[in-house]
């Protein structure tokens, strides 16, 4: 005998919990719902305030970064290149998320199409990959700069800067791709709801009625392969640094050489950490309330991007100053 389909109140919505005989009919779904910040429905126009704000700031940051440096012929080096890559990662990590987030706030439009939800699944996790990695090839700046000054310039060229950046983009690229094809490859019987505002890729296989270990181990895969391995290249890399700079004769001269690796060192703690407390939440918080691991996400998502510009901003003399001539004169 067929069984009763179950009606389950969620916020403006409702679930229905499938019988086996119609789940060939929501196997494959053409929509999804994302339902924001479950459980603050009613405040959602409240808490777009302090999301809108941040994006601006990102946005407007990231672009007066960029328009600086392509502006000004004497910000032309390997450091000011990466920074130039880490800005239009964040301009797009970013804008694949808060616009529609926005949206679901403002206007309650939370309909997001199947093959949308994969495109922005794949825009998240290659993004983030590369903000990692081109942390990481700003610390190998950093080091070459320290420990071997006089060959700066000759290590890294030009050439050596793209092919670089190019190899960042290619990995990414690369390991994020299975996170969509294995997305779309389960079927989707219980319900199309997410109760997210953007489409990760746990928060979406979630809703598949298929025993989804191999999307969850890949999962793990890219997080050592690709963070892992990343943080321990930094490790590597500063503690090479902060041996030179124990070396160093005088007190003021090995506080001036480790003031040139605050920024970074800024722009890693405001990638790493939220990302760090996303995992943990996410793994271990089994009892925490969704809609504090919800704002844990975005924390992750949005707190880099509008705080990256703004460390290099203050931070790096050239780029400050002419953020007081742009701004100001």
Not at 115 to 130: D, E, N, P
Not at 192 to 214: E, Y
Request: charge should be positive; proline fraction near 5%; include cysteine.
């Amino acid at each position: 005998m067929q069984k009763t389909p179950l009606c389950l109140r969620v916020g403006h919505f409702r679930l229905y919990a499938m019988s086996d005989t119609n789940t060939s009919d929501f196997s494959n779904p053409s929509t999804f719902i994302l339902l924001g910040i479950p459980g603050l429905e009613a405040a959602h126009i409240w808490i777009s305030i302090p999301f809108c704000a941040m994006y601006t700031i990102a946005v407007l940051g990231n672009f007066s970064i960029l328009f600086i440096i392509k502006r000004d012929p004497s910000l032309q080096g390997p450091m000011f290149y990466f920074l130039c890559m880490l800005a239009v990662t964040d301009l797009i990590m970013s804008t694949s998320t808060v616009p529609k987030m926005m949206s679901i706030f403002w206007f309650n439009s939370r309909e997001i199409s199947f093959s949308a939800c994969l495109t922005q699944m794949y825009f998240i996790h290659c993004f983030s990959g590369m903000e990692s990695g081109i942390l990481v090839a700003m610390a190998f700046d950093r080091y070459v700069a320290i420990c071997h000054p006089l060959r700066h310039s000759t290590i890294l060229t030009n050439s050596v800067v793209a092919k670089i950046g190019l190899a960042v983009v290619l990995r990414s690229g690369i390991i994020t791709l299975p996170y969509p094809f294995l997305a779309r490859r389960w079927p989707y019987c219980r319900t199309n709801i997410i109760p997210h505002f953007c489409c990760g890729h746990i928060a979406v296989v979630k809703l598949a009625c298929a025993d989804i270990r191999i999307s969850s181990y890949y999962g793990l895969f890219d997080l050592l392969s690709v963070i892992g391995m990343d943080v321990f290249l930094i490790t590597v890399s500063y503690t090479m640094i902060l041996r030179a700079i124990f070396r160093l004769p005088t007190k003021d001269a090995r506080l001036k050489t480790f003031g040139t690796c605050i920024s970074h060192l800024c722009a890693i703690s405001a990638l790493y950490i939220p990302d760090f407390f996303s995992s943990l939440t996410h793994r271990f918080g089994h009892n925490v309330p969704r809609h504090f691991l919800v704002l844990i996400a975005s924390v992750y998502l949005l707190v880099p991007p509008v705080l990256h510009p703004i460390i290099y901003g203050v931070r790096t003399k050239q780029i400050r100053g002419r953020l007081l001539q742009l701004f100001f004169s």
